[in-house]
DNA sequence: ATTATTGTATTATCTACTTAATACAATAAT
DNA sequence: ATTATTGTATTAAGTAGATAATACAATAAT
């Protein structure tokens, strides 16, 4: 699967952010042990060093947990995982109604446009 | 109003959104003329550099041009502010669509969370 | 004619991010 | 016991973005 990584913000940031929607969407399981560093390092193209700073701040938000040499395993608290979820798509919901006000639509306009689009795409 | 500028992307890019934003969006009129490099850089609280960079580069974009002197203006051309809004405004569903997808949020239940969501803020 | 304002260019410095190349301690695997 | 794998730390170098301090040419305003 591509990392999809641009230049646009810090590489280490968009890692992190992708290895938690892998967990809250369930490609990385409660208590499921994640690649090693040097894994997700070479499978994303970027350094080991980038890769350690992204893991480690995933670790301080408390989705992933390390045990020095055997590897990071996921959190089991399936509570922690299902709020972060609801937390991030909740951020999603409310930058997007914020843009699209700002670019001038309207509610019902943004539900509208929605209902069009959403039907248009499946994996590509 | 505040430029609400953050440090996760550069600054430039930021500023040339939101100029962007503001004329697709009727705050800057087609043939209005903008304020100079010097003021909008002092506005924003950035250096006059870093203005300079990102009105190039929506100059690049069309939606504005300069004769030398007398500063910059918007263009007259209605057709491409309009275009360039629905462009916008495209990009931001396709990208809310996919963030939520990825998240594992379906069709239904993402206009379902947005309906319930679009009432509650106004203007915070 | 003079002055002020415009966009633009230049050079230097600073910071954050990234890569590179190692190294080390702890421990799981053999 | 030895080896390999783990996370982690360190030092150096390169790059992009931002700031700072000027400078210049063109022209609108006076």
Redesign the interface.
Known sequence: MAWNLDS???IY?QILERIE?QI???VYKPGEKIPSVRELAAEAGVNPNTMQRALAELERHGLVSTQRTSGRVVTEDMNMIKET?NM???E???E??Q??R????E?EE??T???S???G?KNE
Chains 1, 2 share one sequence.
């Open positions: 646009d913000r810090p940031a929607i809250v969407s369930g979820r991030l798509a909740k999603q919901i409310q997007f109604i843009r699209m700002e670019l001038g639509f509610k943004i539900l446009l929605l209902k689009e959403a039907g795409e």
